[in-house]
């Protein structure tokens, strides 16, 4: 499953501390499933990355396409579900049972609140993602025939716009109806992930311009913003 908001690994320094929060010690059950070569007999590790480094948070083996872990954690936490320390899906930790399954087709987290919200979201936006695959895959095709349809490419490039609007919809929705979930904040840090050049895009804007004090305030938009000199 393509994830484009950012690189799922790079910005795990940043989450760490924006999607930890205190709670009730609780314990948390993962179970997973894997439709595919190359993963028996290799390890799947819960990796939260911090400013200082990586820290494993837990681990097992894959075994006849299968795996499981099971302990305690007092937050919630954003980590890399990775295969030999290699990330392959982002994935909250949090108390209750989570589910994964790993496919060519498919790989998701869900079951706890925060999973469910977060992927959830990223399933919609990768269907918005391969419609906007498709679009740029015709016009780099319209411009590589012998005869130019120019009405065919203008209707082309208002589709892809369409497309665009779409996705910026989907992500200002599912962020400003989610101002108090921690799968908001991940989305949001994913969106942002990258040089800013202090500028703030239009996106983001429309989104912070809306977003309560506490989001605002939270460490890591916090540290976004002041980079972009943003202020209301």
């Known amino acids: ?8 690994c790079g910005i795990g ?23 595919g070569h190359g993963y028996d007999g290799h390890v799947m590790s819960l990796v939260e990355y911090t400013q200082q480094g990586f820290q494993v948070l837990d681990s097992c083996m894959v075994n006849h396409g299968a795996f499981s872990m099971d302990g305690v954690t007092d937050t919630v936490r954003f980590v ?4 030999d320390y290699v ?15 790993l496919s060519p087709t498919e790989m998701v987290a869900r079951g706890t609140r925060q999973n469910n919200l977060f992927y959830s979201f990223l399933q919609e936006k990768n269907e918005i993602d391969n419609r906007f695959d498709d679009m740029q ?3 780099q095709q319209l ?24 996705c910026e919809d989907l992500i200002f929705g599912f962020i400003s109806s989610n101002f108090n979930e921690q799968a908001a904040v991940g989305a949001f840090l994913m969106l942002t992930f990258g040089p800013t050049n202090g500028n703030i895009p239009p996106l983001v804007r429309r989104i912070v311009d809306v977003a309560p004090d506490k989001f605002l305030k939270n460490s890591a938009v916090d540290q976004y913003l002041k980079s972009v000199g943003y202020s209301r």
């Open 1 to 8: 499953m393509k994830q484009r908001l950012s690189s799922i």
């Open 13 to 35: 320094s940043v989450l760490t501390g924006a999607l930890m929060c205190a709670s009730c010690m609780g314990s948390y059950q993962i179970e997973g499933n894997v439709d």
């Open 80 to 83: 890399m579900l990775c295969k």
């Open 87 to 101: 990330p392959v899906i982002p994935m909250y930790l949090e108390k209750g049972r989570t589910k994964v399954r």
């Open 137 to 139: 895959q015709k016009m």
């Open 143 to 166: 411009y590589q025939d012998d005869v130019v349809d120019r009405q065919e490419i203008q209707a082309t490039r208002d589709s892809i716009s369409s497309i665009i609007a779409e």
